[in-house]
């Protein structure tokens, strides 16, 4: 980035205002969609299909954005990503409205909408998190810092999102209450418009294709052992994460006979735990050794609570493993911010932390699916165990590699222009 395109102070509060908007309209969405397609259709196939329809394109164009991301700015690709996504997303509550979307005969156009508005969400929240280290320059914040506050304000962001999904769909109806994802992505725009200054990120002199620039991002991570390694470690326990959440908790709360409250009480002591921790590593930053947090986070995130749910442990220990699993789940996504900003080139960060964001998220689309062959074959219990012991062995193996003492060295190493 040019020493003389700083952006002004005010955009690390437009930046995190901006995300934290966008991150609770689309909890919002996810509460309401698959209510209004269960409800309309009573089939959890096609219920299942709204996670798939929005999230595989959302991951594709996501990766394949960084290299317009860094040649355009983070800027006007995060303000295009809102106000398209915003739009496809407002035709639901307008097309149910007029009687164009009556289900199950439409599912189809939900799908297609749905799948829209995730194409153009990817490279716009790729976008916004490629301002990071711009924000970063101009507050004089810590890397680690700012990814915390932003970690922080996501997790705090989804429990209310959730909250006011959950109480929209009840009063309004879930197809009305689409409207309101659609009215956050266009506030995020406008925020961002306001806030934050075109920066561009690439380099003006650099030349090449789409691809060429496409390929460069690639090429960096695929010679970073640690980031590479990181991912990999990411994909799983997110495709886990997706099996988990859209099947085989719903599953094991209704066979033992508790209402679906569990499951939201679950995710508030979660969340809420999240959001304590994350706080907590963001006020410590650079006083623990990066490696032991995010070892020990992930450890205690996943494995505990499916083990839990798997050996049939009394409720308050399931309930207690949860708490336990969102501490340690906050000092995650800190760690892992400042580390990849750190290691990333300026000019390429648009390009590789799209991709890299994507690989992370690769597993989302096929978790749930995923989770229900697994349980539809050997039950709700079995899946939960194999899923936490593979969660154990995803989280820890890795840590043992060489490259993985690279993440407390990064904090001292050359900074990359």
């Known amino acids: 980035m040019s020493a003389h395109a700083r952006p002004s102070r005010r955009s690390l509060y437009g930046m995190l205002f901006a995300s934290s908007v966008s991150i609770a309209g689309t ?42 991301v860094d040649r355009r700015g983070p ?19 307008i097309l149910y409205a007029v009687g164009q979307l009556s289900l199950p005969e439409r599912v189809p156009l939900l799908l297609t909408l749905v799948a829209l508005a995730g194409a153009f969400r990817g490279p716009g929240d790729g976008a916004r998190n490629a301002m990071i280290p711009a924000v970063a320059d101009a507050s004089g914040v810590p890397l680690e810092r700012i990814t915390g506050l932003d970690s922080t304000l996501d997790r705090a962001s989804g429990l209310l999102g959730a909250g006011i999904g959950g109480l929209l769909v009840g009063a309004f109806g879930a197809a ?18 306001l806030f934050i200054p075109r920066v561009s990120l690439g380099d003006a002199e650099e030349s090449g294709s789409y691809f060429t620039r496409l390929q460069t991002g690639a090429s960096f991570l695929g010679k970073d052992r640690l980031l590479r390694s990181i991912l990999a470690m990411i994909a799983v326990t997110n495709l886990l994460e997706a099996a988990y959440i859209s099947v085989m908790l719903p599953v094991w709360v209704h066979d033992h006979g508790h209402g679906p409250e569990l499951i939201g009480l679950l995710g508030i002591l979660f969340g809420g735990a999240a959001v304590a921790s994350s706080v907590l590593a ?33 409720l308050w220990l399931i309930i207690g493993s949860n708490v336990i699993a969102g501490l340690g789940n906050g000092f995650i996504n ?7 900003f750190e290691r990333v080139p300026r000019h390429i960060v648009g390009r590789v932390g799209s991709l890299a964001d994507a690989l992370a998220w690769a597993g989302l689309p096929v978790g749930g699916v995923v989770g229900g062959v697994v349980v539809g074959a ?35 190493g050359v900074s990359r222009e």
């Open 27 to 68: 909890r919002v969405s996810t509460i309401a969609l698959p209510w209004l397609v269960y409800t309309e259709t009573k089939s959890a196939t096609l219920t299942g299909l709204v996670l798939t329809a929005e999230m595989a394109p959302y991951v594709i164009s996501k990766a394949l954005g960084g290299p317009l």
């Open 75 to 93: 800027r006007a690709i995060s303000v295009a990503g809102d106000l398209l996504s915003g739009a496809f997303l407002a035709l639901i509550p």
């Open 176 to 193: 009305q209450t689409v409207a309101v994802t659609a009215g956050a992505a266009f506030l995020s725009a406008l925020v961002v418009s």
């Open 282 to 314: 963001t006020t410590m930053a650079g006083r623990f050794s990066r490696r032991t947090a995010y070892l020990a986070g992930f450890t205690l995130a996943g494995a505990p609570r499916y083990l839990a749910l798997a050996l049939g442990a009394p």
């Open 334 to 340: 800190p760690t892992i911010g400042a580390i990849f």
């Open 378 to 412: 050997f039950g709700a219990a079995p899946a939960l165990g194999a899923a936490g012991a593979a969660y154990l062995v995803s989280t820890t193996v890795p840590g043992l590699r060489p490259e993985w003492r690279d993440m407390d060295r990064s904090r001292t």
